[in-house]
């Protein structure tokens, strides 16, 4: 860095990147700084088992991407990203060779469930659907206002705060109730938990509004954009230093930090007053994950055949088996048979591995922090239905909850989500304050998925954090794109 630019942000994921490109086409000198050697945090993709192998390390199912007002802002086929829609964005195989499936249409996916649990998932999903829009600018906002379509939003309200095991019981049959509990989920929650059943309405309403696409190439693929972007800006990146005290990066006018608590304490906790310091302590984070990547010398013959169809596959069997499995992880334990979420980018991408051969890319939940490798009982989970697939391994590349720490320092204890998604959490984080991004100390702003909206690959986070900076640092009221507050 030679002169002090205007503003710095530390950490590269695609909130921080968003912060510094809303800053950057405001006009503002903005400068980035990311610890690892290459840019993109939980957006990076790798040849992790074989050369020719490319894995996506974190995220690899982008509808949330697709839905974010911050990444429509920026023009993604010019700079050659395509984001591709597997035939099924998601199914879901059960034992005795059927599958639950989650279709591009409301009425292809209520129509394959039959009967009453038809009409019901049109009747809840329709109207969802028909205000996607305004679900996504409820869910990817700040929180703090008043709902800006409050009709709307008190729907969604209705259905999603209480937990999925309640909303699941307007189903009769084991597919819509095996999906419900497979989209809610994500939350990492136990499925009676408050605000599980949001989670999967969302997700849900995603694929039909959005699709749940992944990126030719790669999730990378995202991030070169957002560099190009940052570049074009006249933005200046460093890369492989890691921050450890705020001092290192000053002077700035603003600093904005792509972090979550537990490294703001270690990193500015002097700067902070007591209460905020106690209230960042409070903080939870939630379970971990452990995650596998394979080479494979061609596709997973799922018995179901909609599951050869789909970019995403959950793996657990029946409402009450994931159920069962979320709750043991809640209580510290490693479930003999994991709830498995499962990405296979060869549905749709054949850039992924050599000719004929793909990639697979899944995770299941543990407790957080924990060191156990799971392969043996995600592979066998998989194996219920897809049988001999095994034989199909070239290559695997395996991280423990505490490995995903190593490889993000956001991860703490191998939480994918920087911090526990409980409804309060949700709302509030890291700690209740009118503007969450803003810290008491000043011209320091907190950017990453441990603000609202949380995580994913929304860049959303990073978006209200740079209109904040914005609003009190240069008296600019709107950033004009990319979304306001
Ligand atoms: C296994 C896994 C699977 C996932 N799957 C999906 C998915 O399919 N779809 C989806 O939407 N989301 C997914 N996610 C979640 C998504 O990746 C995150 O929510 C998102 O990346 C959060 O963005 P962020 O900018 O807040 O933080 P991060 O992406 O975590 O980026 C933070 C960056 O800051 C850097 N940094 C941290 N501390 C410092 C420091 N002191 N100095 C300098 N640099 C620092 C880190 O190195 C990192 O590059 C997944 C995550 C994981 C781990």
Redesign the pocket.
């Known amino acids: 860095m030679s002169a002090a630019p205007d503003a710095v942000v530390?950490?590269?994921?695609?909130?921080?990147l968003a912060a510094a490109l809303t800053l950057a086409r405001a006009g503002v000198d903005v400068h980035v700084?990311?610890?690892?050697p290459t840019l993109?945090?939980?957006?990076r993709t790798q040849e992790l088992t074989l050369p020719g192998y490319r894995h996506d390390v974190?995220?690899?199912?982008?509808p949330?991407?697709a839905a974010s007002p911050f990444f429509r802002s920026v023009p993604l086929a010019t700079h050659g990203v395509r984001m591709l829609q597997p035939p099924l964005p998601l199914a879901h195989p059960l034992d005795g060779g059927g599958a639950a499936v989650l279709d591009r249409s409301v009425a292809a996916t209520a129509s394959r469930f039959g009967g009453r649990d038809a009409r019901s998932y049109r009747r809840m999903m329709a109207p969802l659907v028909r205000d996607a829009g305004a679900l996504v600018e409820l869910v990817l906002s700040p929180i703090r206002r008043l709902p800006p379509h409050p009709v709307s939003s008190a729907y969604f309200a209705l259905l999603g705060v209480p937990s999925v095991t309640h909303l699941a019981r307007r189903f009769t049959g084991d597919e819509p109730r095996a999906l419900s509990a497979g989209l809610a989920a994500h939350a990492m929650l136990p499925l009676d938990a408050p605000g599980t059943g949001a989670f999967g309405l969302l997700l849900a309403t995603l694929a039909h509004f959005v699709g749940w696409p992944i990126v030719a190439g790669g999730s990378d693929q995202l991030v070169s954009a957002l560099r190009a972007e940052l570049d074009a800006e006249g933005a200046t990146i460093e890369t492989g230093?890691?921050?450890?005290r705020l001092e290192e990066v000053e002077p700035a006018r603003a600093i904005l930090l792509?972090?979550g608590p537990a490294?703001l304490l270690t990193?500015a906790g002097g700067r902070m007053p007591a209460h905020y310091r106690r209230s960042l302590r409070r903080y939870v984070y939630g379970p971990g994950?452990c995650?596998v990547d394979w080479a494979l010398a061609g596709p997973v013959p799922w018995t179901a055949a909609d599951c050869r169809r789909a970019g995403t596959v959950h793996v657990g069997g029946t409402f009450e088996e994931i159920a069962f499995s979320e709750a043991e992880v809640a209580i510290g334990r490693h479930p003999d048979r994991p709830f498995v979420l499962v990405s296979q980018p060869g549905v749709v991408d054949p850039t992924r591995a050599p000719t004929g051969n793909h990639t697979l890319w899944a995770?299941c939940h543990v407790p957080n922090g924990s060191t156990v490798d799971m392969t043996d009982r995600i592979e066998a989970q998989i194996d219920r239905f897809a049988p001999g697939w095994r034989d199909l391994i070239v290559g695997r590349a395996v991280a423990t909850a505490s490995d995903?720490a190593l490889h993000?320092?956001?991860?703490v204890g191998g939480d994918?989500?920087?911090g526990a998604g409980t409804l309060v959490q949700t709302m509030f984080r890291p700690v209740p304050r009118w503007n969450p991004y803003r810290t008491p100390a000043d011209g320091v702003y907190l950017c990453?998925?441990s603000t609202p909206p949380g995580?994913?690959?929304h860049g959303m986070?990073?978006v209200h954090a740079a209109t904040a900076v914005l609003a009190d640092c240069y008296d600019i009221k709107r950033t004009g794109r990319g979304g306001r507050t």
């Open positions: 530390v950490g590269s994921g695609p909130n921080g700084i990311e610890g690892a993109g945090g939980g957006c974190c995220s690899a199912v982008h949330l991407a230093h890691y921050v450890e792509d972090i490294q990193m994950v995650k995770y995903v993000d320092r956001n991860y994918i989500n920087g990453s998925s995580g994913g690959v986070c990073g």
